[in-house]
């Protein structure tokens, strides 16, 4: 086989070899998370399974949202109930839309946890329960 | 699919694209792998339906030499969601191209600045369709 496909291998094998995720202690899960990218946008997980949401909004409102939360451990994923994602615009996602968003808890490297939305993205734990 | 690397790189065009079902690029995402993982997890950890918001599932280098479109390589790692509705399934797939994703997790990303041109600033696309 060319060297070059054989080098090529081995880069797409490197880049793929990603951290396995391990599952996170549920027990660490609550706690109040901030958005990494947008500062007004919050979570706050408490212990007895329920979570809130909160977005400030530049015109002065509030929006907030209470459900429920779960987390499965096969999967290590926390699933947070009929979830709504806010922003600042007006593309506000609309009551008919909202769903389970399945988020995975991660620790980063300085040992904070984080709750990813994307590649780039998560919610960072910044308080304890 | 040019044009979207074209507006990427150049940071001319919208900011934002949306994609119905007909739409060529639309059909090349159906096949994706990262829609086959949204499907598979979708039945695996929703028994009873119910709605599943943009849950992320992640594109690897090692996906690259399989992909079936090249609309399905630029997209990349994705958000999804799956809504069944009236015996129907709405698929949403929600994409962020930006240098992080682009560089496989090794460059930052930047805003597209408002009023200005931004070179490989940051730019969205929605994928929607019903089965």
Known sequence: MDSKYLILIFVLLACSFKQKEKPIDPELLPGAYCHSHDKRDSIFVYPDKTYKHTYHRSDGTVMSQTNTWYYKSDINDIFFESFLFYNDGENVETEDYRGSWPAKPFVGEKGEIKLRYSESVYYVKVQEK | MKHLLA?????????????????????????????????????????????????????????????????????????????????????????????????????????????????????????????
Do not use: C
Request: no cysteine.
């Open chain 2, 7 to 131: 507006e990427f790189l150049s940071g001319e065009g919208p900011e934002r694209s949306l994609f119905y079902g007909s739409h060529p690029l639309t059909k090349g995402m159906k096949s994706s792998a990262v829609v086959k993982r949204a499907r598979e997890f979708y039945a695996a950890n929703y028994p009873n339906g119910g709605d599943m918001v943009r849950a992320h599932f992640d594109f690897y280098a090692t996906d690259v030499p399989f992909v079936g479109s090249d609309i399905e390589q630029f997209v990349g790692s994705a958000r999804v969601s799956i809504y069944p509705r009236d015996g129907l399934t709405v698929f949403v797939i929600d994409n962020t191209t930006g240098r992080y994703s682009g560089s496989f997790d090794t460059a930052k990303d930047i805003p597209r600045i408002p009023g200005q041109i931004t070179p490989m600033g940051n730019i969205y696309q929605r994928f929607i369709w019903i089965e």
